[in-house]
């Protein structure tokens, strides 16, 4: 309780700074009512903040923004440097995929459509930032909303099939030896959010005899 008055109690700059935290950490757009529970604060001041944020970055031209988008809030680089950003993701050393960015679009190529807890939950690893690396590099793109999580689900693109030489996903080779088979690994991760329950039958079945 006494963390959430200290937080109530934040001045305007201090706000502004917590407010840039949470986005920083966020890789979906949040709204701004979820921000104002974070923060224990009003959602007409945290609003007001937002608004506030993003004349400040219009006037210091900076190389990013604050965007209202996907029923959130977000940062992402200006449009006017779209070309530079591309260059550097794209172009010399950082025109290859690395080994689990691979891995990342190989799952996402075979279990489409997929959101990141699902590719995640393959890998075993956060895939957060290689997530984002595909998306820069046209590879994959988001393709809607899961209708029962709301998680954002991601699909590979044309490009995708271009880069591959594809006509069509039809045309997917067989994985690779070193993947785990995609249709057992699906029926072993729902079997293990499953919950177990035990019949009568088989509760006194485990009864020892006296």
Excluded: C
Excluded at 153 to 164: A, C, D, H, I, S
Aim: hydrophobic share 45%; net charge negative; no cysteine.
């Amino acid at each position: 309780m006494t963390e959430v008055n200290e937080v109530s109690e934040l001045d305007d700059d201090a706000l502004s700074g917590a407010i840039e935290a949470l986005l920083l950490m966020a890789t979906e757009p949040v709204p701004a009512v979820e921000l104002a529970q974070a923060l224990g604060t009003p959602v007409v001041r945290v609003e007001a903040a937002l608004a506030s944020l993003v004349r400040f970055y219009i006037e210091t031209k900076r190389g990013f923004e604050l965007r209202h988008a996907g029923g959130g809030w977000r940062y992402a680089t200006r449009s006017e440097f779209a070309g530079l950003v591309s260059a550097y993701v794209l172009d010399g050393q950082h025109g290859r995929l690395s080994q689990a960015a691979l891995e990342t679009l190989a799952v996402i190529a075979y279990l489409q459509p997929s959101s990141r807890s699902r590719i995640s939950a393959v890998r075993g690893v956060n895939v957060d930032g290689v997530v984002r690396t595909l998306l820069a590099r046209d590879l994959i793109a988001e393709s809607g909303r899961d209708p029962v999580s709301g998680a954002i689900l991601f699909t590979t693109t044309p490009y995708f099939l271009e880069r591959m030489g594809l006509r069509s996903l039809d045309d997917l080779p067989p994985l690779a030896p070193h993947l785990p088979d995609a249709n057992t690994l699906e029926a072993e991760l729902l079997a293990a959010a499953q919950p177990v329950t035990t019949t009568a039958t088989e509760a006194e079945d485990d009864i020892d005899p006296e």
